[in-house]
């Protein structure tokens, strides 16, 4: 069964370092997420992109954020300056263009020392 | 008002038992539902949508209240492999293209 994969599955970093994490969606699908979740707290959307470009974003989605679809499988979340409240689990998400089901990775663990 | 409302739980219960979970969402436009599962740790994964006639998967049964913003989760003779926190899901209406949202999850441990 196709799987969206993240990586790397843990990450540690230093307060206002960049970070590029990288998922790879299920082959087929169009639509493409981030979420994150603080330990403890709810998923919480940050940002959903179709089409080559962002198409929804939330409050938490700065400017220190930015997503990319680099090639045809890559699907990447940059964090410019890390801050420590950055420090969260980050999923991907994918669905194709039919469905409502967003399909998630297993996520990055981004600590941010 | 939270946009989902969950009972944060836990609840405990034995093996076998019939719990119920319950969810409210603050936006009366939300248009699609659904229940996921989360393990410590873990992603979420879809456990089931929910339609607006209700809708039964096995020992899982969602129903939908339109009128209420109401959405709820029956899990008939539990396991315990379904200790893990449920997640209520709705997806958010607007310009962009279906961002899901959250409750924060009611915690089940099923007890032996």
């Known amino acids: 069964e196709p799987e969206v994969t993240q990586t790397p599955s843990h990450q540690v970093t230093q307060m206002g370092q960049e970070v590029i994490l990288r998922c790879v969606p299920i082959?087929?699908?169009?639509?493409f997420y981030w979420y994150r979740q603080i330990l403890g707290q709810k998923v919480e959307f940050l940002v959903s992109f179709y089409n080559n470009e962002i198409s929804e974003k939330s409050e938490i989605f700065d400017d220190q954020f930015s997503v990319e679809r680099p090639d045809g499988s890559n699907f990447t979340l940059k964090i410019r300056s890390t801050k420590l409240e950055d420090s969260a689990m980050y999923f991907c998400?994918?669905?194709?263009?039919?469905?409502?089901?967003?399909?998630f990775g297993p996520g990055t663990r981004l600590l941010v020392l | 008002r939270k946009e989902v409302e969950q009972d944060p739980g836990p609840f405990n219960v034995p093996e076998g038992a019939t719990v119920a979970f319950n969810c409210t969402y603050s936006?009366?436009?939300?248009?699609?539902f659904f229940w996921y599962r989360q393990d410590c740790r873990k992603e979420p994964k879809l456990l089931m949508s929910?339609?607006?006639s209700g809708n039964e998967d096995g020992r899982f049964t969602a129903q939908l209240n339109r009128a209420s913003q109401y959405i709820s989760l029956l899990i008939r003779d539990s396991k315990l492999s379904d200790s893990a926190t449920y997640l209520c899901v709705v997806n958010t209406p607007g310009t962009g293209r279906r961002a899901l949202t959250f409750g924060s999850g009611t915690r089940l441990q099923v007890q032996p």
């Open positions: 929910v339609y607006s």
């Open positions: 082959s087929n699908h169009l639509y």
């Open positions: 998400a994918s669905r194709t263009g039919q469905g409502e089901t967003q399909y």
């Open positions: 936006n009366s436009a939300s248009q699609s």
